[in-house]
């Protein structure tokens, strides 16, 4: 049996490929620190149904925890590691940065070392849409120079992709970057704009829309991201690139975009949740926040020719059945 081990695995995206992977047949091992960055119940609520599999097994605990990481490593050999766990969010990293250089450069280094020792079959590590940065050329190809972050949160992130190149360089240890485009979906983040809309306008409050509201962006529904990242994991880098290839040429790594390769106007996506509510929303425009860019688009040409697959749920629908998942949660 095959055995996965997943770091932030209560997370939105961590608990959604936990259990993706147990449906696979796969044994999985996940860790999380269960942190206050938002609401504990909720990461609580996607644990639930995983802890209920006999091949599940949970450890709480930060990443960046010194030697943590190698002592589970150490206890057995995983044969795909995918490590989504990181303190996320443009704008907390505005106000706390420290907790973005912990978790996600030194917490990264602590997988690092452990994968180093005990090398895993794949490592399969996330990274942001946000690393393209001040980029104007769209879509955005993974082959695009990526040098000039907006924010410390993809500052951290762009380190990331270095140091993992760095190891698979060193010690052939077979190595996937994501390049994550807005994910949004059932269970997603309070942090959001999906969530935070939605439950502002169920409360008759005004909705805060930056740079009043002339952003796009590539919003992926969960279940496309998740097969996505499945659908990688038997995609190991190797010597043969195919067309278009991120692929280092001194390492097994390469960078993959998933997205779903069309942008949304904010505005298309807040009336999509419009309609879903059946409520119109009081908007507060406001001017951009800093960090923040105005578009992404994802070119997925790497991906489709890897798995044979892309994202495609189109927003109306994704955002339908996030609401309807929030109004069952909460009740309203």
């Not at 639930?48 to 450890?59: E, G, I, M, Y």
């Not at 190698?70 to 907790?99: C, K, T």
């Not at 690092?112 to 946000?130: I, N």
């Not at 105005?294 to 020719?305: K, Y």
Request: glycine share 8%; proline share 6%.
């Amino acid at each position: 049996m095959r055995h996965a081990f997943v770091t932030g695995a209560a997370g939105f995206i961590g608990a959604a490929c936990c259990a993706r992977l147990l449906e696979a047949g796969w044994r999985v091992t996940g860790l999380d620190a269960m942190t206050d960055y938002y609401d504990v119940t909720l990461k609580e609520a996607r644990l639930a149904p995983l802890r209920a599999h006999d091949r599940f097994d949970f450890v709480q605990d930060y990443v960046e925890t010194p030697g943590r990481l190698r002592g589970m490593f150490a206890g057995g050999r995983f044969d795909l590691v995918i490590h989504l766990a990181a303190q996320a969010g443009v704008r907390y990293s505005l106000e706390n940065p420290r907790a973005y250089l912990d978790s996600n450069v030194t917490g990264t280094f602590e997988l690092l070392e452990a994968a180093r020792e005990f090398p895993p079959g794949h490592l399969l590590l996330a990274s942001t849409s946000s690393v393209y940065g001040a980029n104007d050329k769209m879509p955005y190809a993974e082959t695009d120079r990526a040098d000039h972050q907006m924010s410390f949160y993809a500052a951290t992130k762009k380190a990331t992709e270095a140091m993992a190149h760095a190891y698979a360089h060193l010690h052939g240890l077979p190595t996937t970057m994501f390049r994550f485009f807005t994910v949004y979906g059932p269970w997603g983040r309070p942090d959001m704009a999906p969530f935070k809309f939605t439950r502002a306008i169920l409360e008759g409050r005004p909705i805060d829309v930056y740079n009043h509201g002339r952003m796009r962006r590539d919003f992926t529904y969960i279940d496309d991201l998740v097969e996505g990242i499945l659908a990688l994991a038997d995609a190991v880098p190797g010597a043969a690139p195919v067309a278009g290839d991120s692929l280092s040429p001194v390492a097994p790594f390469r960078v993959v975009n998933i997205g779903n390769a069309s942008p949304v106007e904010l505005g298309d996506f807040i009336a999509a949740i419009e309609a879903a509510l059946g409520r119109k929303a009081e908007r507060n425009l406001m001017e951009m926040q800093p960090g923040d860019v105005p578009a992404t688009w994802a070119d997925t040409a790497l991906l489709q020719a890897l798995t044979g697959k892309v994202p495609g749920t189109p927003v109306t629908e994704g955002v339908a059945r996030f609401v309807a998942w929030y109004r069952e949660y909460y009740g309203v």
